[in-house]
T-cell receptor, first 114, second 114 residues
Framework: AQSVTQLGSHVSVSEGALVLLRCNYS??????LFWYVQYPNQGLQLLLK??????LVKGINGFEAEFKKSETSFHLTKPSAHMSDAAEYFC????????????FGGGTRLMVKP | DTAVSQTPKYLVTQMGNDKSIKCEQN?????MYWYKQDSKKFLKIMFS???????INETVPNRFSPKSPDKAHLNLHINSLELGDSAVYFC?????????????FGSGTRLTVV
């Protein structure tokens, strides 16, 4: 079984500041990890994913995340926030074997102040 | 050309009515899903179909009945709608069963029961 905890339901940063959205997971098997973004009144768009290999994963829009097995974490970062980054962000986990469905965290709303 | 398309985008209906939401994907994926997003943005899987066969049926009231006429379509029929059914319903698809391939989401159907 898998579960995801996203620390902080709301995060506010200034434009140009570092973005850090936290995600910790629990999985009984090696995990696949994902970050999705949801803009208002839209569906979820995949930002990046970790399956195997390099633990630092780069995604779209300048985001990246690092898989840290020892900390069971997959935090999302972006060096410099842009106003257009304001959205809801979801971390998700699945097991690495067939049949393991995607389980989502509760989401973090990112607000960017001018 | 939309990869995963849902109709309708908005649905307002009275308690007790029966309604359907349609979903189609043109990605050639084998697996499709229905997720429910509640007012707190929490995403929970409802059903999963692989090549027209039901593989996941979470604890969803039996008023909800999915139907998959072919692997490109997964429709959701809801009988005797209740106020608590108000939510955004997302359809998604993936190339393989489970999370490894990542999911592609539709833009959602906002259901409001009055």
């Amino acid at each position: 079984a898998q579960s995801v905890t996203q620390l902080g339901s709301h995060v506010s940063v200034s434009e140009g500041a570092l973005v850090l959205l936290r995600c910790n997971y629990s999985s009984s098997v090696p995990p696949y990890l994902f970050w999705y973004v949801q803009y208002p009144n839209q569906g979820l768009q995949l930002l990046l994913k970790y399956t195997t290999g390099a633990t630092l994963v780069k995604g779209i829009n300048g985001f990246e995340a690092e898989f840290k097995k020892s900390e069971t974490s997959f935090h999302l970062t972006k060096p410099s926030a842009h106003m257009s980054d304001a959205a809801e962000y979801f971390c998700a986990v699945s097991g690495n074997n067939a049949g393991n469905m995607l389980t989502f965290g509760g989401g973090t709303r990112l607000m960017v102040k001018p | 050309d939309t990869a995963v398309s849902q109709t309708p985008k908005y649905l307002v209906t009275q308690m007790g009515n029966d309604k359907s939401i349609k979903c189609e994907q043109n990605l050639g994926h084998d697996t499709m899903y229905w997720y429910k997003q509640d007012s707190k943005k929490f995403l929970k899987i409802m059903f999963s179909y692989n090549n027209k066969e039901l593989i996941i049926n979470e604890t969803v009231p039996n008023r909800f009945s999915p139907k998959s006429p072919d692997k490109a379509h997964l429709n959701l029929h809801i009988n005797s709608l209740e106020l608590g059914d108000s939510a955004v319903y997302f359809c998604a698809s993936s190339p393989v069963v489970g999370g490894g391939g990542g999911y592609t989401f539709g833009s959602g159907t906002r259901l409001t029961v009055v």
